[in-house]
């Protein structure tokens, strides 16, 4: 069971029936139970039967490759069940430059990312199009150099995605390149804008 500074005050709801003076009486009994939920870089289970949940987190924003292992595409979610991208639709499929000194950074909503991502999985060799502007550096970066499967790839853009809908409205998914090389690193985070 994890603290409750780390983690959230889960309400169960348990049913009791009880007959008293010949009339049931049901009484709704609420019991807490801390839970300790899975913050950025935390892979421990959630302590009731491994389920984990995404808690907001702007500290630990470190861009990865590759999602944490405990992290499952579409079964993870945010441990806030109204958290959502504000309802953002996207006008194009495609990330923005937004930054180019001192390095190149593209981003987009949580909810054009996961599009990405599954983009990815259909089409690994292209996606990166979409994404940086150049299919074939982002294929030869993420899977020529890192070794990175479309579904490891796209898992990772899934997590980040979650992570910026746990954050609340106006947190974005980013990708960026090293400066002076235009080294794309194939690493993804979050930022507020």
Not at 100 to 115: E, F, I, K, S
Not at 136 to 148: A, I, S, V
């Amino acid at each position: 069971m994890g603290t409750l500074g780390r983690g959230h005050v889960i309400g169960r709801l348990g049913l009791i029936a009880a007959l008293g003076a010949g009339t049931l009486t049901l009484l709704l009994v609420g019991s807490a139970t801390a839970a300790h939920t899975v913050a950025a870089g935390d892979g421990n289970s959630a302590g009731n039967g491994n389920t984990h949940c995404i808690a907001p987190d702007t500290k630990d924003l470190t861009p990865t490759s590759q999602a944490p292992d405990w992290y499952v595409p579409g079964v993870t979610k945010p441990c806030n069940p109204t958290a959502s991208d504000g309802g953002i639709v996207p006008m194009t499929a495609y990330w923005v430059l937004y930054q180019t000194w001192p390095n190149y950074m593209w981003r987009t909503t949580p909810d054009n990312a996961d599009y990405s991502a599954n983009d990815c999985v259909a089409s690994y060799t292209t996606c990166g199009t979409k994404i940086i502007g150049d299919a074939w550096e982002f294929y030869d970066t993420c899977h020529n150099q890192l070794g990175l499967s479309a579904s490891q790839l796209a898992t990772n853009i899934h997590y980040w995605a979650d992570r910026a809908r746990a954050n609340g409205t106006n947190w974005r998914v980013y990708t960026y390149a090293q400066s002076g090389d235009m080294y794309y690193t194939c690493a993804f985070s979050i930022t507020h804008i």
